[in-house]
């Protein structure tokens, strides 16, 4: 009975001073709400950055020979295709391998011509580099052996050179060169032209352009590895067996996206921890907002708790009335911040890209939650701990 009227006055302490109440919870609806956003958004930014890169290629290990600058290189000294056979058969681990080879090229659209990025490529380049047919169909085996001279363009390259129009079956000219296009694709992920592939590219088979360009060699060589773990030794494998089957002075450069993606974790990781650190600064200063407040109630109600302890209440009834009182005004203004900070990220997800969402994570709601809670009580003691010593007689002599 007495917690239960220990509550009732409580409430009826801050239903007096409703408009005083509702102003002192709001700086804690407002750091609740920060500490669910500001977590939101970084793990999500977090998710979004590394799904990006994983997706790029983190178990893709990429192999290219270094070309002196100015000085012709020996043909013994560039990456072969018995070399990606080597490696498909020899590295454990191993998923896939494809080569490439670029070249520069024009189509002429309206009588003007534009620069283009001819691109050839190896049976396995597909699923290496995620490559999306939005239109059409892959190379098949067929193309590969026959030299079929069939290509397939970028979305923009589609747009410039035919329009509306549905290019699949038709011919694109670059140059002296003829090519019938199979298929209309995009990257999965933007690389931001930072790959092979550019805005206005066309892909051939690998033979062709070999056939084209008398030289039968990859420029750029992808290896797909079966796991995350094995990207690492299975890049010094790569680098050691090109080392030991080209001629000595040879040199290649072989990575991968590992170093990039432990990188962006501990910079979304650091970033996280410092928003988080501000929000929860936000809620201090509203925590002291509490106690001040509650400090000058404490000053305003002498006279009622020198009341309440001359009818009989308790030292520690009193503590614990204006601690609930203090964790009341957190605890709903913890409650309105994560509701507030929840529905946020509902309202703007219409107007986000249609492959990025925003969900809220239950750590953002149990951080705000209880550190919200914690502050109230917390700031919330000492004026607490002052009216609980309070004499009886000096109280009802306070005017």
Known sequence: ?????????????????????????LGVVI?????????TVSLTGRQFIIGQIESIGSNIINAAAVHTLGAATPLSYEISLSDMEAIRNTIPGVVEVAGTRSADATVVVDGVQHPVSLVGVTEGYQNVRHLVILN??????????????VCLITQDLSRKVFGNQNPVGRSIHLGELSFTVIAVFREKVDTLGLSEIQINSVVIPFPLM?????EDFASTLYIQMSRLEEVTPGTSRVDQLLIGRHPPGSAFVVQNLNGILSVA??????????????????????????MNIMLVTVTERTREIGIRR???????????????????????????????????????????PGNLRVPVPWEAVAAALLVSCLTGTFFGYLPANKAAALQPTESLRYE
Not at 136 to 149: A, C, I, L, S, V
């Open 1 to 25: 009975m007495l917690r239960r009227e220990t509550v009732f006055v409580a409430i009826d302490a801050l239903r007096a001073n409703k408009l005083r109440a509702f102003l002192t919870m």
């Open 31 to 39: 750091g609740s709400a920060c500490i669910v956003l500001v977590v």
């Open 136 to 149: 059409g169909r892959y190379f098949d085996p067929d193309d590969m052996e026959k030299h079929n001279k």
């Open 210 to 214: 070999s056939y084209y360009t008398g």
């Open 265 to 290: 974790k501990d910079i979304s990781t650091a970033l996280t921890y410092t928003l988080v650190i501000i929000a929860v600064i936000a809620l201090v200063i509203s925590g002291i907002g509490i």
């Open 310 to 352: 001359a009818i009989g209440a308790r030292k520690n009834e009193i503590l614990q009335q204006f601690l609930l009182e203090s964790s009341l005004i957190s605890g709903v203004g913890a409650i309105l911040g994560v509701l507030a900070g929840l529905s946020i990220p509902a309202l703007v997800q219409p107007l986000l």
